[in-house]
């Protein structure tokens, strides 16, 4: 069954364990006693800082990443009181992810550029970043015809609603809430804050869900003011 | 804590300028050290100011100290002019004092790093070093364990960021 099992292009986990792990895998407690030689890999403890930067090559089963997601919505749906609290939980569970996506992204993709304009960062969630975490770019990015600070950010098929079914009983419930949560730590890394939430497109396709990003509105006037619009 | 061992009589060398800081969300340092020749003169730590430790010719170092985290957190309202004006992360020159030259580099997460020199240090230098620190600070974001604007404290983080710095002087 090839849905269940594609390669997806995903350094949400390898980012969560890129650093840590080799290190602590490296000592082997083998005494004096110890007939295990033939089996012990001796490795001296690197420290992270020494070790190279990940070239973002790597790739995890998209089967593995669901169920470390299932796993996190399960451990915070047995804690929670609601169903926003459920998609707030998520939510914070991604914000750290923005936080280091933002940078890393900046350092090896764009050669130590930042982006200094709303719809500049915008661009580099729905290409840069996009690509780099779901191996596509976002199916769409629109600014709002109601207010002046809000944005629209389509995924036709987001990875994390991908095997979950949400019961009647849980309304609206959208688990891209943890995208929604890595998006707003990009924009918050980049001095750009905002709310970012997810929602459930009615009229589009059955997994369509869109991000609704709201800028603040001293985030508006600066980037105003910096770009010399309006 | 940090406690600063002083030489007695250290204040009266030849002692370079050379002033490395990290600072992040809400003008919070990070990591500070104090770079070039000596040794016994580091300080590292999140935002403070080091006062632990008394040292018999401690009283004019402290001073010294104290003005430098000044002239630094002065120089944070060039480095927030000059972030917007360009998508390069190297801001180059932000501030003076006196004869001293303040040189920022702001990340894409606009974590601050900035650097009191004199004029002797040659700018290629100072790019390549700050480059070189932004890419071991990723490694330190990159640990999920970390959290982003907190303090600094891996010994060998500030290792290498002293070794970086040789070619400074």
């Known amino acids: 069954n090839p849905a269940l099992n594609p390669r997806a292009t995903l350094s ?17 407690t083998s005494g004096e006693g110890d007939e295990v030689k033939e089996q012990a ?12 930067l990940s070239r973002g090559k790597s790739q995890v089963t998209l089967s593995s990443f669901s169920y470390l997601f299932s ?7 047995s804690r929670v009181e609601s169903t926003q609290e459920l998609e707030r939980r998520l939510s914070d569970a991604g914000y750290p992810i923005g936080l280091r996506v933002l940078e890393l992204l900046s350092w090896r993709e764009k050669q130590g550029k930042k982006e200094k304009s709303l719809l500049a960062v915008l661009q580099f969630i729905r290409s840069v970043v996009w690509r780099s975490l779901f191996g596509k770019v976002a199916d769409g990015l629109e600014k709002s015809t109601k207010s002046d600070d809000e944005y629209y950010i389509y995924d036709n098929d987001p990875l994390t609603n991908r095997f979950i079914s949400v019961p009647k009983d849980f309304g609206h419930l959208n688990c891209g809430a943890f995208i929604a949560g890595v998006v707003n730590g990009v924009l918050d890394g980049a001095e750009f804050t905002a709310t970012v939430t997810a929602h459930n497109v009615p009229n589009g396709g059955p997994a369509q869900t869109v991000f609704v990003v709201n800028f603040d509105q001293d985030v508006v006037k600066r980037d105003a003011a910096v770009n010399g619009y309006k | 804590m940090a406690s600063l061992r002083r ?18 969300k809400g003008d919070v340092p990070i990591f500070e050290v104090q770079l070039g020749g000596h040794a016994g003169g580091s300080a590292g730590g999140s ?49 003076k004092f006196n004869d001293l030259l303040v040189s920022a580099f702001a990340t894409a997460g606009h974590v601050k790093m900035l650097l009191l020199h004199d004029h002797r240090v040659d700018e290629g230098h100072i790019k390549a070093f700050f480059h070189d620190v932004h890419e071991h600070y ?31 002087t």
């Open chain 1, 41 to 52: 890999v001796r490795r001296p403890l690197v420290d992270i800082v020494d070790k190279p």
């Open chain 1, 71 to 77: 796993e996190l919505v399960q451990y915070w749906q």
């Open chain 2, 7 to 24: 030489r007695a009589g250290e204040g009266k060398s030849q002692q370079r300028m050379l002033y490395f800081c990290i600072v992040a």
């Open chain 2, 138 to 168: 990723l490694k330190v974001l990159m640990n999920p364990f970390y959290e982003k604007n907190s303090a600094i404290t891996s010994p060998v983080f500030e290792e290498r960021v002293h070794s970086l710095a040789r070619r400074l």
């Open chain 1, 12 to 28: 949400l986990i390898v980012i969560m364990s890129s650093s840590s792990s080799s290190s602590s895998a490296a000592v082997l």
């Open chain 2, 47 to 95: 935002g403070g100011k080091g006062a632990a430790g008394a040292g018999s010719g401690g009283g004019g170092l402290q001073q010294k100290e104290d003005l430098v985290q000044f002239i630094l957190h002065a120089a944070l309202d060039g480095v927030e002019h000059k972030v917007w004006t360009t998508t390069s992360m190297y801001l180059k020159t932000v501030d």
